[in-house]
């Protein structure tokens, strides 16, 4: 199963970058726009409403990952992964923080993604979001989500409220329908997907 993962990651990632390189800035910032506005409906839909006190979880995007720049812009403050220490060395577990508008984005490990410099918090922290938006690279009707392949969100997710929704953001062809992934023990389905194109609720809680 691992071997046949890793396939389809490759695939997807190789499918990224041809669509990456071929966008154009009218596009980008259309994309954006438009991840916004289904995020929007995602939270109508859910009967979310995030607050200072239950926050938004998000991710904070790379390269080639859709652009969620403009949800974030949305919302204050936002829990952010945080995955490396100052001098880059990978965190064992997983760690969030509370980011504020103003408050410093660092990079301090390239392979991973912007995180704040607010202070950082526990595991735990997850439990008082509202709702968790995750990255990944495919999703199937049954919520069955394909990830990066280090098993972060499977381990972080395992401490979100139980009435929070989570969401992934994907590309439009990243969404798989009956075309069902590879599921493992570990892996929790997400409730909702959104695309540049889509919202789609996926009725599992």
Not at 4 to 10: D, P, T, V, W, Y
Not at 46 to 67: I, N, Q, R, W
Request: aromatic share 8%; charged share 25%.
């Amino acid at each position: 199963m691992t071997m046949h993962k890793n396939s389809l990651r490759a695939e997807i990632r190789a499918r990224r970058s041809l669509y990456w390189d071929s966008r154009g800035p009218g596009e980008e910032q259309g994309e954006r726009d438009a991840l916004t506005a289904h995020f929007r409906e995602a939270l109508d839909v859910f009967g979310v409403t995030p607050s200072s006190s239950h926050p938004l979880a998000a991710f904070y995007p790379m390269e080639k990952e859709p652009d969620i720049s403009g949800i974030l812009a949305c919302f204050n403050p936002v829990l952010l992964p945080v995955l490396a220490r100052e001098d880059g060395t990978l965190l064992r577990e997983p760690r969030w923080a509370l980011h504020s508008r103003g408050d410093e984005l660092t990079r301090p490990n390239p392979r991973f993604p912007a995180q704040s410099r607010a202070p950082i918090r526990e595991a735990q922290a997850l439990e008082a979001a509202s709702v968790v938006l995750i990255a990944g690279l495919s999703v199937d009707e049954a919520g069955t989500r394909l990830g990066q392949g280090g098993g972060w969100y499977d381990r972080a997710l395992l401490y979100k409220g139980v009435s929070a929704p989570v969401i992934a953001c994907i590309f439009d062809w990243e969404y798989r329908g009956k075309e069902l992934l590879p599921r493992e023990d570990h892996d929790i389905p997400v409730d909702g997907v959104i695309t540049p194109s889509h919202f789609i609720k996926l009725g599992i809680k």
